[in-house]
């Protein structure tokens, strides 16, 4: 039999009714739990019919951006509750999947980005994607700008985060060095984006990413941490787990974090509490000044390296590699690979990640 080079386009958008459906299914569900709380978020590499490649309906090569128009009513009313304005919000969601709120009778801007434009692998990189990352990384500066004239704090929320790709850089490694760091965006587009954080010292009070499925953090800066939630699928050999974080009122600034897991080697009924971070790691304050604290501490101190690489997989303590369907693989932090991970969390930009490895 034949197979079709173009996509039948009855086939597609029956395709696309089914996700619109699913969409609509899942932001119900986390409606009945959280009641009448807006719930913000960002877009991730799921958030597409078709990847953030050219659209397969369309011969051009701009991302296909179908998913964001088709589901932007459902993310504008059943999460964010009505709490920007419409048009602002179709404005730059359709477009690119990025947004802004600011929760009234809060201090606080929300700014949730589309990092999966920028990443390599799951975009058309830069020749197709310059002028849309370019859009979204000015409207970003000009969101720091307005909350800095507004005297408002910045929570920024992304889905896959900058630096290197940990697991990927691992497999790199002979006789203890590295030729290169895998990491996750274009170079081009990380460098705009941490000059960007850097024109606005002190304005971001949390930032928080995931994709990685990992329960890890990277310093962004010496004093400035960005925190990676672990995922609930267990897709990449973690178990499934999720963080709550303790925010300080007056500064808006986490200063605790409880990671509540489901050890899949039990099966409990239930999700439980796994650890709290003040209490494993012995620390107080801000979260960031903790974890900036931390990082050195993650070489000279033994217990709490393994403490860190215990919780990295949520819990899952096996030893053994294991290759999932379509090219997942768990494979565990061992002392030869450990100065890859460690390096990962305390450098951002690959040059020094190659050379944290090399000086480990």
């Known amino acids: 039999m034949r197979v079709p080079t173009t996509p039948d386009a009855a086939a597609v958008a029956a395709m696309k009714a089914f996700t619109d459906k699913v969409v609509a299914f899942f932001m119900d569900q986390v409606r009945e739990a959280v009641g009448r709380i807006p719930v913000v978020f960002a877009v991730g590499n799921g958030d597409s019919y078709s990847g953030y490649g050219p659209n397969i309906l369309d011969s051009s090569l701009q991302p296909d951006n179908s998913f964001l128009v ?25 477009v690119g999947g990025y947004y802004a709120v600011e929760p009234a009778g809060t201090n606080l801007m929300v700014i949730g980005l589309n990092t999966i434009l920028f990443c390599q692998g799951f975009s058309t990189g830069p020749n197709a994607n310059d002028n849309i990352v370019a859009a979204e990384l000015d409207w970003l500066a000009s969101r720091l700008a307005e909350a800095t004239v507004k005297d408002k704090k910045v929570w920024l929320l992304m ?39 850097e024109n606005y010292p002190g304005l971001i009070s949390l930032t928080l990413a995931g994709h990685t499925h990992m329960d890890e953090y990277r310093m962004l800066s010496s004093s400035s941490a960005l925190e990676i939630t672990p995922s609930i ?33 039990v099966n409990p009924t239930s999700f439980n509490n796994y650890y709290t971070f003040s209490t494993a790691y012995s620390s107080q304050g801000f979260l ?11 070489v000279t101190d033994t217990a709490k390296q393994a403490l860190y690489r215990g919780h990295y997989y949520s819990g899952n303590s096996s030893l053994i590699p294991i290759v999932y369907p379509f090219g997942n693989s768990y494979t565990p932090i061992t002392d030869a690979t450990w100065l890859v991970y460690w390096s990962c969390i305390r450098h951002i930009e690959e040059s020094a990640i190659v050379d944290a490895v090399k000086n480990y």
Request: hydrophobic share 40%.
């Open 288 to 298: 960031d000044t903790s974890l900036a604290q931390l990082t050195p501490a993650l």
């Open 70 to 94: 088709n589901t932007a009513d459902l993310f504008y009313t059943k999460f964010l509750n009505g709490m920007v304005d419409y048009q602002t919000f179709l404005s730059t969601f359709k």
């Open 159 to 197: 889905h896959a985060p900058p630096g290197g790709v940990p697991d990927a850089t691992a497999k790199l490694i002979s006789n203890g060095q590295i030729p290169r760091a895998v990491m996750m965006w274009y170079p081009v587009y990380q460098a705009k984006f941490l000059q960007i954080l």
């Open 233 to 265: 699928s267990p897709w990449f050999g973690n178990n499934p787990a999720f963080k709550v974080f303790t925010i300080s009122g007056d500064t808006l600034r986490p200063t605790d974090f409880s990671s509540l897991n489901y050890d899949l080697a």
